[in-house]
């Protein structure tokens, strides 16, 4: 059973995304040529615990960062380290917080200085194709309404929609039902109620939609090597439209 949010539970989910939000910002104003991973996971973690909550990451099923950092065809939970970003590269964050046990996750794609034209398309599209997830996430929709929006915009554009990794609900817990493919048909799944809370979250490739893990068991990587780019927001559904918790 998908769970329905009352209205003190998204009080709550409101301010987790507001802190959310607000910590992503720092963390993409650090992102620039020469700096270490590493780096943005500890800013990562200071800026969240100067907000009184908890980066939801760390430690969960042993992922061992707080937030995941994914460089060019890195799709998603890049483990942050040694590594530098350099010019060019395309950089997908991916964060959650636990504020006072209710969790919220957002994630995305942000150029590093000068990139490749294709590079830019890849973003804004990734990005376009959350927005009109977005805008199906209404009452009376069904689920793959969203999934369905997202994968049409990503292909009508030359893109292809990562199978291997989907949204989520997500509320007391960082992971709840339903899983949110970003692909399918319309007019399937369970009917979408007021209450809902969704991360809705496309990973969106370059080139094939194939992807396969490094050997440190996490860091899923395009099977061609051509870059990907991921955007999320966790969405209240209401009766009066979505509401992005994480903006």
Not at 17 to 31: E, P, S, Y
Not at 216 to 230: E, F, I, Q
């Amino acid at each position: 059973m998908i769970p329905l949010r009352n209205e003190a539970d998204l009080q709550l989910l409101r301010k987790s995304g507001k802190i959310l939000a607000k910590v992503m910002l720092g963390l993409q104003k650090l992102v620039a040529p020469g700096i270490a991973t590493k780096e943005i996971d500890a800013e990562a973690q200071r800026l969240t615990l100067k907000e009184d909550a908890l980066c939801a990451f760390k430690g969960y099923k042993g992922y061992p960062a707080s937030v995941c950092v994914s460089i060019n065809e890195e799709i998603v939970h890049g483990i942050p380290g040694e590594r530098i970003i350099r010019q060019g590269d395309i950089l997908s964050l991916d964060l959650g917080v636990n504020y006072k046990g209710y969790f919220t996750d957002a994630a995305i794609t942000i150029p590093v200085g000068k990139i490749t034209p294709g590079n830019q398309k890849l973003i804004d599209v990734t990005k376009a194709a959350l927005f009109e997830g977005i805008k199906k996430a209404n009452t009376g929709n069904h689920l793959s309404d969203i999934s369905h929006s997202i994968q049409a915009y990503a292909e009508s554009n030359g893109f292809s929609v990562v199978r291997q990794f989907v949204g989520h609900g997500i509320g007391k817990n960082l992971h709840e039902e339903p899983e949110i493919p970003n692909f399918g048909l319309p007019g399937a799944g369970p009917l979408l109620k007021s209450g809902m809370v969704l991360a809705i979250e496309p990973m969106i490739n370059a080139g094939t939609w194939e992807a396969e893990f490094l050997n440190n068991g996490w860091t899923a990587v395009t099977k061609d090597r051509l870059p990907s780019a991921h955007f999320e927001h966790t969405v209240a559904i209401t009766d009066k439209g979505p509401e992005i918790l994480t903006l």
